[in-house]
């Protein structure tokens, strides 16, 4: 390996080696931010880091939490969070997190030091590497590969400088055009490889084309009529909207079109709550009551980004008929019942947005009345802050381009029904489901957003509601977010172990116990946080308390990581998350029991 200084550019001759190719093309699409662990196969590879201008390195606690922490930047970003780990033990941990990651459609790129290519054509048996069955066998230093196949749209064995540009470029293109994870697997002597430097003149393109445009036009003519000739059009954006970065063409759709509009949990704040023809949640019969009736009595449904899971559709119960229902999705797009398979919808959208007419859209869909929708039921608690007291102080709490992140667990079957503001957004991971996701994700989300708030004037705020019990999984990044100088505003609720579990089974049993009596507001001084000058801790167990804490605009403004242990009740459930358990637990019977019938 070549002798430089450790922050000079490796660039001579035309040439640049791996690792400097591999971190300029990432800070060429905007991500400033490299997440992960250091692990002797890859600290060749992040020194490389450092020699690319404003790209810092931030090190996780665990390669979980980095991948958690990779996956929450890129749902803010849009853009791959980038993930470094070491070869087996490293890349295994952070499997989960990719797995969340490809369940829900978050760009991230995993990249992973591996043994060095002599050592792997030699077979040696060092540290990290899977021995087989019998002993007397080889070990395949390649057999971790594998194992991602199914958590990844693409990946690259990068072990031949001939072809590394190449194929970092293809994986790059490919993660940002799906909104997928992708792998670079990158042998320790691969790093200092000359590769040529003329390609980082050209940016990659990773616009997203359909390889038919003649088909392409037809369906759009085809949208185009059928929104032409309704009467009771309606839009309804879903989670996978934002992912695909077609958020202002569905909010310049529904501005354009004035049709009522709706949004998915998942896609909540994708289109604003505060404008005049936004409807609500739509979540099927878990809607707020109102919502439901209207949107399925829509003769023309503009349904972008569909993620049909159980959680984000009401236990299943969606009811939008196909012949009233166009579906735009990344995988197709079915117009009332004639489906397009393999036809991406952002292409398709954006004509469908700059060919309308308003003109020929009809005036009974333009000036549609709009439904009238109850306010969500009120559910009491033996303690003062209820789920619902927490809903209405959440409504409170949010300004212009806030980001509100929530775990998986009580609070997550309450926040549709928080009132967002301008540009709010909502991150949580309803479909995959991981509790203690979002603490990392927080850490992520924070780095992305702060980058944002120069490029874009951001002034959003991040904003985590967080169980304890999730908590206890991924605290330790507490210290990172202090550490990197982040200031998320985080609600830790305290309600005595796994809620949500008991909601679902086994209310009184051991097991949704965890660890008692943490002292929840020493934990950012025990990571490292300095109470009152980076950090601060307070507990609400009062609504006074409470209130008073959010009309305090130090507390509001505030440049400090800031933890607030609410106190709540261990049985207080939101009252959709009392019935998604019924609805689900009679459906689940059901099927059980017919099954059963079926294979005594």
């Known amino acids: 390996m070549t002798a430089t200084s450790a922050t000079a550019s490796t660039k001579k001759d035309g040439n640049v080696h791996l690792g400097e190719y591999l971190f300029s093309r990432i800070k060429q699409l905007g991500i400033d931010n490299i997440l992960g662990v250091p692990g002797d196969f890859n600290l060749h590879l992040l020194d490389y880091i450092y020699r690319v201008p404003d790209l810092n390195w ?5 390669e979980l939490n980095a991948a958690y922490a990779a996956d929450g ?20 941990s952070a499997l989960n997190g990719v797995s969340g990651a490809f369940a829900e459609q978050a760009p991230l790129l995993h990249i992973v030091g591996t ?33 991602s196949e199914k958590v990844r749209c693409c990946s690259a064995f990068l072990n031949d400088k001939e072809t590394a540009a190449a194929e970092i470029d293809r994986v790059l293109t490919t993660i940002c055009q799906k909104s997928l994870p992708g792998y670079l697997f990158i042998p320790v002597d691969m790093t200092w490889q000359p590769l040529d430097a003329a390609r980082l003149d050209s940016k990659l393109d990773y616009s997203v084309k359909n390889e038919d445009p003649k088909l392409e036009n037809e369906i759009v003519d085809s949208i185009l009529s059928e929104i032409y000739a309704s009467k009771n059009a309606t839009v309804f954006a879903d989670v996978l909207t934002a992912r695909h970065r077609a958020t202002d063409l ?12 709706y949004t998915s949990p998942l896609g909540k704040g994708i289109l604003n709550e505060n404008e005049d023809r936004f409807v609500g949640v739509y979540n099927g019969q878990l809607s707020l009551e109102g919502v439901a009736k209207s949107i399925e009595a829509s003769d023309c449904v503009l349904f972008t980004g569909p993620l049909l899971s159980d959680s984000n559709t009401g236990g299943f119960s969606h009811n ?17 019942g004639k489906l397009y398979e393999g036809v991406h919808f952002f292409p398709v959208l954006k004509k469908v947005v700059e060919q309308l007419d308003v003109e020929k859209i009809s005036a009974e869909s333009k000036t549609a009345a709009m439904p009238t929708i109850s306010p969500p039921p009120v559910i009491d608690s033996p303690l003062p802050i209820s789920q619902t007291f927490l809903v209405d102080s959440m409504s409170k709490m949010m300004r212009p381009d806030d980001l509100l ?21 909502l991150l949580t991971q309803i479909f995959y489901s991981c509790i203690g996701f979002t603490l990392p994700a927080t850490l992520g989300a924070a780095l ?21 019990g999730s908590a206890q999984m991924t605290i330790q990044e507490l210290g990172t977010m202090v550490r990197q100088g982040l200031n998320p505003i985080i609600f830790l609720l305290n309600n005595d172990g796994y809620s949500i579990e008991r909601a679902i089974h086994g209310p009184e049993q051991s097991y949704n116990d965890i660890c008692p009596k943490w002292k929840w507001t020493k934990l950012l001084e025990a990571f490292g946080g300095t109470e009152g000058v980076d950090s601060f801790s307070t507990t609400v167990k009062t609504r006074e308390e409470l209130e008073a804490l959010i009309g305090d605009e130090k507390f509001m403004n505030s440049d400090k990581a800031q933890l607030v242990e609410v106190i709540m009740d261990v049985n207080d459930y939101p009252w959709r998350l009392n019935e998604q358990i019924k609805l689900m637990g009679g459906k689940n019977m059901k ?6 019938k079926k294979n005594p």
């Open 448 to 468: 992305a957003k702060r980058e944002d708030a120069a490029a874009k004037n951001d002034k959003g705020r991040v904003i985590l509601v967080e169980g304890d």
């Open 405 to 425: 992140i929530v775990e998986t667990g009580t609070f997550q079957f309450a926040c549709s029904d928080v009132k967002f503001n301008t540009n709010n957004s």
């Open 320 to 336: 939008l008929k196909d012949e009233n229902t166009i579906y735009l999705s990344p995988d197709y797009v079915k117009v009332k």
């Open 73 to 92: 930047y890129g749902r803010v970003k849009h853009l791959p969070g980038v993930l470094v780990t070491t070869y087996g033990v490293g890349e295994l």
């Open 250 to 261: 569905v909010r310049e759709l529904a501005k354009k079109t004035n049709f009522p509009n």
């Open 58 to 62: 931030v090190g996780c606690c665990n």
């Open 591 to 596: 099927v059980f029991a017919e099954y059963q």
């Open 115 to 147: 043994t060095g290519r002599p050592i792997q054509e030699e077979s040696w048996l060092v540290h990290h590497v899977l021995p087989k069955e019998n002993s007397l066998q080889e070990p395949d230093h390649l057999v971790y590969q594998g194992m």
